[in-house]
């Protein structure tokens, strides 16, 4: 199960906030809410294996993941290896909307999960899902790597 580190995130009022908005993203693109332990059970429903060209164990991969506020990042990005998906400063702006951040969680986890090597050509292909296939306005790539 991924798991949402909460004490990662500032315990101001927008640290606080994005962690709520975080926690709403979560549960849109899940379907359930986060447990009191940060833990997410289910792996994102709106990505469909065949359709978007996942690795098989794209579930396996999502229950790996831990998501968690980063100062030291500047929009947001993922450490393949780590499975570690960081949400930095930028996202403590009040203007930043809950499906901003879907997108961006959903956009990280997809470079881990995308079934192409060559990471040149996910963007791409994360633009044809998050806008085309799932319905979002925007890809909000200008706020990850």
Not at 57 to 67: A, L, R, S
Request: aromatic share 8%; charged share 30%.
């Amino acid at each position: 199960m991924a798991t949402l580190l909460t004490a990662t995130f500032p315990g101001d009022t927008e640290g606080q906030a994005l962690l709520r908005k975080v926690k709403i993203a979560i549960a849109n693109i899940c379907g359930h809410g986060v447990s009191k332990k940060g833990v997410v059970l289910t792996a994102p429903k709106k990505l469909d294996k065949e359709r978007d060209n996942l690795k098989d164990d794209y579930k396996k991969i999502w229950k790996e993941c831990t998501i968690e506020y980063d100062p030291d990042e500047t929009g947001a990005s993922v450490l393949m290896s780590k499975r570690q998906i960081r949400l930095g400063p930028f996202f403590l702006r009040p203007s930043i909307r809950v499906t901003d951040l879907e997108e961006v969680i959903l956009h990280e986890f997809l470079h881990v999960a995308l079934d192409i090597k060559d990471r040149q050509f996910h963007h791409g292909l994360m633009t044809q899902i998050l806008k085309y296939e799932i319905g979002y306005p925007e890809d909000s790539a200008a706020f990850v790597d």
